[in-house]
C-alpha cells in the first residue's frame, strides 16, 4: 500500500510521494508528512555488509513507495557516486569518547550535500512519473551554504535549471568563489546589491508572482525550491542514522539491539528530526541530543515547552545553525500533538502572529527521548581546542557546537551509551574560526583564504578537500549581479523570456 503524504496542517488531500517532492510545502502553508513511519522490513544486523547506497535503496523505498525499485536505485547511484571522496560516503570516525559521522565528503564539504546530491533526481523522476514535462526551474536565496550545495546538485541535471541569489557582499570569500565558479549550462548566480533579508524576499516575491508564472507556462517551466523542509531532502537523511547503526555493529562496537544515542547540530531541525524518524523506523536510538549555539531557542523549548522566537538574532562561529524559526520542528509538533492537525496549525498561527507557543504538559512528555542544550562561542571554541590537543582531530565549528554539547550531556547524567556525533561539515569550510580556536592564526595570513587552507593542512594533516583545492585557480563563470528590484528582470533574462 503506498505511503502518502498529509499536511501538517490539515486541509489538504493526501498525497503521494513523488506529488510531495514536487510540491515541496503544502497549500495550506502545512508541511507534508508521512501517514505513518514504515519500520525497516528487516533488521539492521543483515545490514551490516550493505554499501550506503544499498541502505539507502532499503530506507528510502519505504518512505517513496511510488518510485519503483529502478527509478530510485538510479537516483541513488547518481547521487552518491565519484561526486564523494570516499566510497563509504559517510565514514564513522573515533574521536575520544564519541564516533563522528563525517557527513562533509560531498561536492560542497557540508552535510547539505547528503540530500540535495539526490532531490534534484527524485525531482526529474517524479516530473516524469506524474506525466509533466515542464522544464524544473529552481529559485533559491542563500547565505552561502545552501547555495552552492544546491547549483553543485542541480548542476548538469538534464529537465532542470537553477538560480541563486546570494547577497554580494554578506557572503565568505570561499562560499562566494564556490558559486561564481560553478561550472554546468543550467546554472545560474546573481549576486544581489543588498543582504540576505532581500535577497530571500526578493525570490518570496517572484514564487508569488503571477505574470512571471504565466509567463513560465508559455514556456514550459515551473517553479519548484529545493528548501530544508521538502520531503525530498528529509528521508535521504534518515539513510545515514541506520547506516551509522549498521557500522557500529560490523565494527563490534554493538551487539544488535544494543541502543546508541546521536547528537545533532541542529538549525532548522531537519538532521535530528531524521534521526527521530530512524528511531521510529526501528533503530535503536535511546537519546536524541539536540545541541543549539548560542541562538538557543531549541533548548528552551525543550527546558519549558515553550516555543519563543521574540529575542536577538546572534550571529555566531557556527552561522548555518543561526535560526530562530526551525521550520522542521512543525513535523515533531504535529506528532506530538497526536498527528492532529488543528492542533498543529493553532500553535503554528499563535508562532507567526505572536512569535510563540506552548504544548501542553502531555505534548512535552512525548518528548522524553529529546535532550536539548547549548554551547556558547567560547565553549565551542575550547571544545575544538581540546580535542585538536588530546586527540590531533580537527572539527569545524558546527561539530563542535554538537561535541560541546555531548560532553554537558555526559557530565550531567553519566550516561555511557555509545554515542555519535552528526559532523556537519569539514573544518576547511569555516578556516578563520578553526584556526583561530586552535592558536593558528597569525595576523599574516588573515586576509588571505588560501594561506589559511594550507596552515590548516599544516595544523591537521588532514588533505585538503577537492572541493577547496580546485578554487585555486577556478575560472569565473558568474559575473551577473542586479538590484533587489531587478530580480525578476534578472530571471526572464537567464531562462530566455524577455
Ligand atoms: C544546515 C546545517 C546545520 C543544521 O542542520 P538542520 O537540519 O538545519 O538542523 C548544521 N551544520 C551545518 C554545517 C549545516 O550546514
Known amino acids: 500500500m503506498d505511503l502518502l503524504y498529509r499536511s501538517t496542517r490539515g486541509a489538504n488531500e493526501p498525497v503521494t510521494a513523488s506529488r510531495a517532492i514536487l510540491q515541496g510545502l503544502a497549500k495550506d502553508g502545512g508541511l507534508f508528512v508521512p501517514d505513518r513511519i514504515p519500520q525497516l522490513t528487516f533488521g539492521p544486523e543483515l545490514m551490516t555488509g550493505y554499501t550506503y547506497q544499498e541502505i539507502a535503496y532499503q530506507v528510502m523505498k519505504l518512505f517513496l513507495t511510488d518510485y ?161 523542509i521538502n520531503i525530498g531532502r528529509l528521508v535521504p537523511q534518515v539513510v545515514y542514522y541506520v547506516y551509522a547503526y549498521t557500522r557500529l555493529l560490523a565494527q563490534g562496537v554493538l551487539k544488535n539491539g544494543e541502543p546508541m544515542n546521536v547528537v545533532v547540530p541542529t538549525g532548522n531541525f531537519g538532521n535530528i528530526l531524521a534521526a527521530f524518524y530512524a528511531r521510529q523506523m526501528g533503530i535503536p536510538i535511546a537519546k536524541l541530543i539536540c545541541a543549539s549555539n548560542e541562538n538557543k531557542v531549541l533548548f528552551d523549548f525543550f527546558s519549558t515547552g515553550t516555543y519563543d522566537r521574540n529575542r536577538k538574532f546572534i550571529l555566531t562561529s557556527s552561522p548555518s545553525m543561526d535560526i530562530l524559526i526551525s521550520s522542521n520542528l512543525e513535523r515533531l509538533i504535529y506528532q506530538i500533538a497526536g498527528c492532529d492537525p488543528d492542533k498543529c496549525a493553532a500553535l503554528m498561527q499563535s508562532l507567526s502572529e505572536s512569535g510563540k507557543y506552548s504544548i501542553t504538559p502531555a505534548m512535552k512528555a512525548k518528548l522524553e527521548p529529546f535532550y536539548g542544550n547549548y554551547a556558547s562561542e567560547q565553549e565551542t571554541a575550547d571544545r575544538i581546542a581540546r580535542v585538536y590537543r588530546e586527540e590531533g582531530y580537527v572539527m569545524d565549528t558546527h561539530t563542535a557546537v554538537a561535541s560541546a554539547v555531548y560532553e554537558k550531556y555526559r557530565n550531567e547524567t553519566k550516561d555511557e551509551t555509545v554515542t555519535v556525533v552528526a559532523s556537519t561539515a569539514s573544518p576547511y569550510k569555516f578556516l578563520t574560526s578553526v584556526l583561530d580556536a586552535v592558536g593558528a592564526l597569525t595576523p599574516d595570513i588573515a586576509d588571505d583564504e588560501f594561506a589559511k587552507v594550507d596552515r590548516l593542512y599544516e595544523v591537521s594533516g588532514v588533505a585538503v578537500p577537492k572541493a577547496v583545492e580546485e578554487l585555486r585557480n577556478a575560472e569565473i563563470l558568474h559575473k551577473r549581479e542586479c538590484d533587489p528590484e531587478d530580480m525578476k528582470d534578472t530571471v526572464l533574462e537567464i531562462l530566455g523570456l524577455k
Not at 557572503?171 to 568563489?177: A, D, E, G, H, Y
Open 68 to 228: 519503483t525499485e529502478e527509478e530510485l536505485r538510479s537516483c541513488i547511484d547518481k547521487a552518491y557516486d565519484e561526486k564523494f571522496d570516499t566510497v563509504q560516503i559517510a565514514p564513522l570516525v573515533k574521536v575520544g569518547d564519541a564516533y563522528h559521522l563525517e557527513l562533509f565528503h560531498g561536492a560542497t564539504i557540508a552535510f547539505k550535500d547528503m540530500a540535495l546530491s539526490i532531490l534534484p533526481h527524485l525531482m526529474v523522476t517524479a516530473q516524469k512519473k506524474n506525466h509533466l514535462d515542464r522544464e524544473i526551474v529552481i529559485l533559491t536565496a542563500t547565505s552561502g551554504d545552501t547555495g552552492k550545495a544546491a547549483l553543485a546538485g542541480f548542476a548538469d541535471v538534464a529537465g532542470t535549471r537553477i538560480i541563486v541569489f546570494y547577497p554580494k557582499n554578506g557572503v565568505s570569500k570561499i562560499q562566494q568563489l564556490q558559486m561564481v565558479t560553478q561550472k554546468g549550462a543550467n546554472t545560474a548566480v546573481v549576486g544581489i546589491h543588498g543582504n540576505f533579508d532581500d535577497a530571500q524576499t526578493g525570490v518570496k516575491k517572484l514564487f508569488g508572482d503571477r505574470d512571471l508564472a504565466a509567463k513560465m507556462e508559455v514556456a514550459g517551466f515551473c517553479f519548484s525550491s529545493a528548501n530544508s
